[in-house]
């Protein structure tokens, strides 16, 4: 799969369905924006949380948007391994085959 042609046909896709919902968007938005916030936690801690849950829920498009967030905070290809294995630890080989999928998305994003 090529994660930056899939990330830009899903955002496409969302922001038709945000001219129909605008206010559940600016509440999504709100919500994002207080969740990310840096406090006992950093961002980029809360990215890898956010990464087990998008493998273990099997979504494709929230594994390449936080892969992408983690690419931005600076997550190196061993702490993004360290992550899944913990994420294919409690998730079992469904996990396992979508943390690959987090890992080919990361390869990408780092490259670009």
Not at 7 to 21: E, N, P
Not at 45 to 73: M, N, P, W, Y
Not at 98 to 106: N, R, S
């Amino acid at each position: 799969m090529n994660w930056t042609t899939f990330l830009t046909d899903t955002m496409g896709r969302i922001g038709t369905l945000s001219k129909q919902a605008p206010g559940m968007f600016d509440g999504f938005n709100t919500m994002s924006q207080a969740a990310k916030r840096n406090g006992a936690l950093d961002e980029k801690t809360k990215e890898l949380i956010a990464l087990g849950i998008a493998v273990s829920t099997r979504c494709d498009s929230c594994i390449g948007f936080h892969v992408q967030s983690l690419v931005r905070l600076g997550t190196t290809r061993q702490e993004l391994c360290e992550a899944l294995e913990m994420i294919g630890y409690m998730g079992g080989g469904p996990a396992i085959a979508y943390g690959a999928k987090a890992l080919e998305a990361f390869d990408e994003f780092s490259a670009a």
